[in-house]
Structure formats: structure tokens, C-alpha cells
């Protein structure tokens, strides 16, 4: 289990890793936003379809799931309501009934973002290499379709909102990853600890 030592150090390593990409999106969507700091669990991957879900704005949601390739192997997952989605139109310009092939991309390029700044921080930490596959994108009601064919058991909660004038858009980042690459990040967290 990760300690808390461990889990405030991972905490901070990711709002530098989201405060970084807060200004990459609000360049894309020509809107100054803040980023709430977020908030970060380690949970098991049984608990992952329910505790990915809180806090979104609605029962379905847009999920964008991508692998992680390299010396550290997962998934990234990011989880945007229903709501937040449309809310994201709105704040880049479009009618929130604009087409749905211009909502997907605005929600891949987000998670691209997060994702790509949160990797780009835990890759520094661990010293290793990875790539991304492509992303693709689902409008479901589930974070993992069948759990017990997952070959995941750690997962990394990130949730938090971005800030625009006048709306929020809410999103959970879900990192995945084994056994293995779990004790790896554990043990950068303790180098880490021991070296500031």
C-alpha cells in the first residue's frame, strides 16, 4: 500500500505535471482557466468502475483511453461527464449542439494534454522511456468493461476541474498500470523522498 509520505510527494509531482498543462489549455481553447488542484487515491483495480465515476456530472460519460508503451507499461484513462463535455463546447465558442465528431476531438486533445504533462512528470521520477499508442475515445457508462480480464490491479485517481468565467469542466484521469510498475513507482517515490 502506498503511504502517505509517498501519495503527498505523487500529489505534488502531478499538480506541477497539471499546472504546466493548465496554460496549454487554455491556449487551445483561447480562454484563461485555472485548475483546481487536484485530487489523487491509489485504489485497486476492482474499485476503479466506481470510484472513477465520482464527482462526474452525469451517469454516461465520455471515456479516452490510452496505452503506455515502454519501460513503464498502463493505460491512461481520462473521464469527462456529459455535461463538463458540452460545457467545453461552449467555452471554445461552439453551440453546445454542435456536431459530435468536433466534441470528441476537443476531449482528446484535453486528455492528450493531461496526460501527456501527468506521464512527462512520473517518466522524470522513474527514469524510464515510454510512448503512447493512439487514443481512442467511447460515450459509455463504464471505465473498464470487464474488469476481470483487466491485466491491471493499481490504479492512480486523479480527479479535478478546470475553471473557465463561467464553467467548469470536471474530469477524472485514471492511470493503470501492474504489479510491477507499481513497486517501480513506489520505489522512486522513496528515492525520491530521501533526496530532497
Do not use: W
Amino acid at each position: 500500500m502506498i503511504s502517505s509520505d509517498q501519495k503527498e510527494i505523487l500529489g505534488e509531482l502531478i499538480n506541477i505535471a497539471f499546472g504546466a498543462a493548465t496554460s496549454l489549455i487554455a491556449d487551445l481553447f483561447d480562454n484563461f482557466a485555472t485548475l483546481r488542484i487536484p485530487l489523487i487515491d491509489v485504489i485497486s483495480i476492482d474499485e476503479v468502475n466506481q470510484v472513477a465515476k465520482e464527482g462526474v456530472d452525469s451517469d454516461k460519460f465520455y471515456t479516452t483511453t490510452q496505452q503506455i508503451k515502454g519501460s513503464f507499461q498502463g493505460e491512461i484513462v481520462l473521464v469527462v461527464g456529459e455535461k463538463s463535455a458540452r460545457n467545453m463546447q461552449l467555452v471554445i465558442g461552439e453551440d453546445e449542439n454542435s456536431d459530435e465528431t468536433s466534441l470528441l476531438q476537443n476531449i482528446l486533445e484535453i486528455a492528450n494534454i493531461l496526460g501527456s504533462s501527468c506521464m512527462g512528470k512520473l517518466v522524470e521520477l522513474l527514469d524510464s522511456e515510454i510512448g503512447f499508442s493512439p487514443p481512442s475515445i467511447r460515450h459509455t457508462d463504464l471505465v473498464v468493461q470487464n474488469i476481470s480480464e483487466s491485466p491491471y490491479t493499481q490504479v492512480i485517481i486523479i480527479s479535478t476541474v478546470l475553471e473557465f468565467k463561467e464553467l467548469n469542466i470536471k474530469a477524472n484521469m485514471v492511470i493503470m498500470f501492474g504489479d510491477e510498475m507499481y513497486i517501480k513507482l513506489c520505489e522512486a517515490l522513496d528515492n525520491f523522498l530521501e533526496n530532497i
